[in-house]
């Protein structure tokens, strides 16, 4: 034991829960990322142990608990960079709703966590502070885009972490490390203060070690926000649950989700918490989903389209760093500021974006991708209209892939999001639980429910959880 970890622990016994918590919290992280992690940006001991002091004061549900924040959520003490270059001395002048109420349930931000520039990315290797790796096995990817809150969580720096979603980017990681990670309906948390990627598509997310975690805070962040004109006015997700069971609840399966060149360890892991569901009392159906296929060229589509829109504010003039266009006029500082700060897959969105909305191509990409967004918003209106009170999938088409392995082809990686984005486009919940590993990387499975049904799934997922043993050994 080296001698920081002894003073931590001599003086545990003289100092409060929060204060002997964030001793301990900023001894792991300082401890994971000396061994190459890379799951924060700008991680400052002192500043932890300072927003733990702030925490002490404060007696709420969250007391004493440790909430690692990915960077495209706005927070007073930190930076928050999108883990851009563009952005890489940004500091808001307010912090989001999420991390406010997170404070006033007694809980503190250890620090901010590594991402896919802007959320763009399935692997948290697009990021301008360095590759996120895999607790698990470190040759291997986290997922991503919020790898750093995933990771952290996994390794049990942190209780839980916040996390964002456009596509997928808190259920993909969290199937990636062995973690649940939540995404909540279209609106049911606040957005005011998430950086904006696309915002018909974006929610705050949270990943945690237990479903019981992941409610604790959804429970307090969730609820109307009057900064957020977007956000529902509905009460707050569940603390708990009363449900023992799953007798009374049909399950359904998409066939689309099972057929997708699905890896056989992923399936025989789905088979096998498919005949636990059947254990805990639930009827299990066969479905269909028919749009399902269309539903990454769809998201690809609206996603970057929304992207070039919310990425137009970053110019140089209004926030972060801004570029050396040598005195030669408005354009060329543009230009500097955008071409310098953006790293290439952010570029190829703004340029994919900017072309599906010019006039020409309108018609032909982004109206027709509209109109696609419809139809697999309609399936699932379909299927729950059904008697289906709740799809389950796999999270992931595989376990977690090696760095690197999907760099060379964009559309690798977009496939990747194959059974997390639809989700998305139709705006309904979902989260993922672990369910199994193979040789040792965990796999996850999918719950998604009609829109509102929060409590439904999590109520799942967490009975589900409790009989099969996924979670990650790190
Ligand atoms: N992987 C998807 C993308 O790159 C989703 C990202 C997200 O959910 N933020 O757009």
């Known amino acids: 034991m080296d001698f920081f970890s002894c003073l931590v622990l001599l003086t545990e016994r003289v100092v409060s829960d929060v204060i002997a918590k964030a001793r301990r919290v900023a001894v792991q992280i300082i401890n994971v990322e000396k061994e190459g992690l890379n799951a924060t940006i700008g991680f400052d001991e002192n500043q932890i142990l300072l927003n733990a002091e702030t925490a002490d004061s404060v007696e709420g549900p969250l007391r004493a608990t440790a909430i690692a924040v990915k960077d495209n959520i706005a927070t007073l003490e930190y930076r928050t960079t999108c883990g851009s270059k563009i952005l890489q001395s940004y500091q808001s002048p307010y912090e989001a709703t999420v991390v406010e109420r997170v404070k006033r349930a007694g809980g503190f931000v250890a620090c901010k966590t590594n991402m896919d520039e802007f959320g763009m990315g399935s692997s948290t290797e697009h990021s301008a502070f360095g590759p996120c790796r895999n607790p698990v096995n470190n040759a291997r990817v986290p997922g991503g885009s919020s790898g750093g809150s995933a990771a952290l969580v996994a390794v049990g720096a942190v209780d839980a972490g916040l996390g964002s979603e456009t596509g997928g980017s808190v259920r993909q990681p969290a199937a990636f490390c062995g973690v649940v990670g939540f995404k909540p309906t279209y609106g049911r948390i606040s957005r005011f203060g998430l950086v904006a990627f696309g915002s018909s598509l974006d929610q705050v997310g949270v990943l945690a070690r237990s479903t019981t975690m992941v409610r604790s805070l959804a429970s307090v962040i969730s609820g109307p926000d009057v900064r957020d004109s977007t956000c529902k006015k509905m009460a707050p997700i569940a603390k708990t649950t009363e449900r023992k069971d799953l007798t009374g609840l049909t399950i359904g399966l998409p066939t689309e989700y099972f057929s997708q060149d699905i890896d056989s ?4 892991a789905c088979d096998q918490a498919s005949a636990r569901l059947k254990d805990l009392g639930a009827q299990i159906r066969d479905v269909s989903l028919p749009h399902t296929e269309f539903a990454v060229a769809t998201y690809y589509v609206i996603a970057p389209a929304e992207a070039s829109a919310n990425l137009a504010r970053f110019d140089g003039v209004r926030y972060g760093t801004r570029g050396d266009a040598r005195g030669n006029g408005l354009e060329d500082m543009y230009h500097a500021t955008r071409a310098h ?4 897959e952010v570029r190829r969105r703004i340029m994919v974006g900017t072309y599906v909305l010019s006039s020409g191509y309108y018609d032909t990409y982004y109206k027709k991708a509209q109109v696609a967004r419809g139809l697999i ?6 299927v729950f209209s059904s008697g289906v009170d709740l799809l389950f999938t796999p999270t992931t088409p595989s376990v977690a892939f ?29 989260v993922s639980v672990p369910i199994g590993r193979n040789d040792g990387l965990p796999i996850g499975g ?6 509102d049904a929060d409590d439904l799934i999590l109520d799942a997922a967490s009975l589900l959880e409790q009989s099969v043993d996924g979670h990650a050994e790190v």
């Open 265 to 268: 360890a992923v399936r025989r």
């Open 446 to 451: 999918q719950f998604m429910g009609r829109l």
């Open 377 to 382: 918003a309609r399936d699932f209106e379909n």
């Open 402 to 430: 090696e760095l690197g392995a999907r760099l060379q082809n964009p559309v690798h990686m977009y496939r990747e999001d194959r059974c997390v984005c639809a989700a998305n486009l139709a705006g309904v919940p979902a």
């Open 341 to 344: 700060g953006f790293g290439p």
